[in-house]
């Protein structure tokens, strides 16, 4: 093996994986890579999510829906250990139903990082809020979210070993502040692998949310449970700035659309230290 080789994948990893929440919001804005201090990663993602069949508790009926966005994507790190994520999505679906939904402002800290022969593990812990920053209508048949804020804490395990394969296990717990508390449990697992010219990963999550109810219209705010698996492929351009595609499918759930996502996107890291 190329003496390079292990520290090529390792920088397309960490790269990659930092700015993969953009593609893949519905995991949450949190990976498990530190960006390092005076680096920046910033991305910026196209996805449209499609759905025949809505799921108004357990019972399903056909329901169509297509929703697209655009979302901004960035994190800082101003130490090795510390960093400060946020999360900007625009969404339409009609006329009506558009605007900038739930921005997301989150702190993440590295709790332990241990070095093995053969590879490394991040321990990190995050929490944040998500809250609306547009007056957005959530009364209307299809609304594009609750205007709620929402409080999230996350603590996960990663191993990247030194030719390219990771494995990450995430989960923690959400508070939805509507008319009611609504507190919810994720967890999400993700594996990939990393090459000189590529990185393709794939993952499934788990989203909980206790107690919920039966939704009334679409997206009615009720709490929502869902089974989903979805893959990425990263390709690098130049050395800071690379493109992704992706999908991901909703298998089952509570109080969700069925829906088939597909994105796109271009990722930029800056660092400071280099200009």
Known sequence: MNKVYPHLCARCLTF????????????????GFMPGRGITDVALGYSTESFSSYLFG?????SRLTTESMNLFLEHGFTDTLSLVVNIPYLWIDPENRGLQDAGLYVKYRNQYKKYASGYLNLITSIGLSFPISAYPKDTDTPIGQRAINFQGRFQGQYVSDFGLFFQLQS????????ELLPAVPILFR?????????VEAWIESYNTIHGGVDT??????????????GSLYL?????IGIVVGSS???????????????AGVVYRWDRRRG
Do not use: M
């Open 191 to 199: 594996t990939g692998f990393g090459a000189r010219r590529y990185f």
């Open 236 to 240: 690098p351009l130049i050395s800071n």
């Open 58 to 62: 357990d019972e399903k009926q056909d």
């Open 16 to 31: 990659f994986i930092s700015c993969l929440p953009v593609f893949l919001c519905a995991q949450g804005a949190i990976s």
């Open 172 to 179: 923690g717990v959400d508070f939805q502040f509507l008319e």
């Open 249 to 263: 499918r909703i298998l089952t759930g509570r109080n969700i659309g069925l829906s088939t996502r597909w994105n």
């Open 217 to 230: 219209q679409i997206s009615g705010g009720a709490g929502s449970q869902w089974l989903r698996i979805g």
